[in-house]
């Protein structure tokens, strides 16, 4: 895949995320939004280095989608953890 394609998909594992974890982010839209695009490619590291998956050409690659997904709540679980919630 493409650069394009892992921030596109970084956007939505991003929203899912965002979705799956409700609640008001320290860094808001933008914040989240990052922190999908980052989740993303370090899902996808990670599935690629220790999980014996390599990343696929295909978008539509279901393991890739959680890969991206699981990267993007685990980032946003350490960003709430790290940086407590903006309600405070």
Same mark, same amino acid.
């Given at each position: 895949?493409? !650069? ?25 839209? +933008?914040?989240?939004? #990052? +922190? ?9 590291? !990670? ?7 390599? #990343? ?9 989608? @959680?890969?991206? !997904?699981?990267?993007?709540? @685990?980032?946003? !679980? ?11």
């Amino acid at each position: 895949m493409s !650069i394009i394609s892992w921030i596109i998909l970084g956007l939505l594992a991003g929203a899912i995320a965002k979705f799956l974890l409700p609640g008001r982010d320290p860094g808001g839209f +933008i914040g989240t939004t #990052v +922190i999908g695009i980052v989740g993303a490619f370090l899902g996808g590291w !990670i599935s690629a280095r220790w999980l014996d998956h390599p #990343v696929t050409k295909n978008f539509y690659d279901g393991a890739t989608w @959680v890969a991206a !997904i699981g990267g993007a709540l @685990v980032l946003l !679980i350490a960003y709430r953890l790290l940086f407590g919630n903006s309600r405070d």
